[in-house]
């Protein structure tokens, strides 16, 4: 079966940057499961895995326009130190450069810390991989008609999708 509308599809992914140095991997992990054509991953990754198989083996390099976006230098707030999570531990202080999680009315949100102070950060809002270009090296493991639920919801269920 192909990768088309209403279908979802399992792959392995080894995610790089320009320098061709590794940032992400689904290896040694569950595999990443997405409902084709509900717009559940990068719009640039949707379009090369479309009529994929089972087996496919392929690369694609992404512009920032086809993955997340050009950077926008006026995406930079403030906001109180509490709302920020995702420290490595207790002890552990925000600082410059770091990222971190903030729930906001779309949901949750990366975010990296650019300046801290007593009880504010000034973050940005810009997603840590915008303006980059990647590289996606993709191993389709299994792609299966996606369920009258899985349409409905608007995304995969099961093992490597969303767990209701």
């Known amino acids: 079966m192909k990768i088309a509308d ?3 599809a399992q792959f392995h992914y080894v995610l790089k940057n320009e320098a061709g140095e590794t940032l992400e991997s ?13 717009n559940n991953t990068l719009a640039g990754l949707e379009k090369a895995l479309t009529d994929k198989e089972a087996g496919d083996k392929f690369s694609v390099t992404l512009q920032p326009e086809d993955a997340y976006g050009e950077r ?5 707030e403030r906001v109180p130190v509490k709302h920020l999570q995702g420290l490595p531990s207790k002890n552990a202080k925000w600082k410059a450069g770091m990222i971190a999680v903030v729930h906001t009315e779309q949901g949750q ?5 650019v300046k801290t102070g007593k009880f ?10 915008a303006g980059k270009i990647l590289t996606f090296d993709v191993e389709v493991l299994d792609v ?4 009258d639920e899985e349409v409905e919801h608007g995304h995969a269920h ?7």
């Open 144 to 147: 299966r008609a996606a369920t």
């Open 6 to 8: 209403k279908t979802v």
């Open 109 to 113: 949100r990366q975010v990296t810390v």
């Open 26 to 38: 689904s290896q040694g992990n569950e595999p990443l499961a997405y409902l084709h054509g509900a």
């Open 72 to 76: 926008q230098e006026n995406l930079v």
């Open 120 to 129: 504010m950060v000034t973050v940005d809002i810009n997603p840590p991989l």
């Open 158 to 164: 099961g093992v490597g999708g969303h767990q209701h």
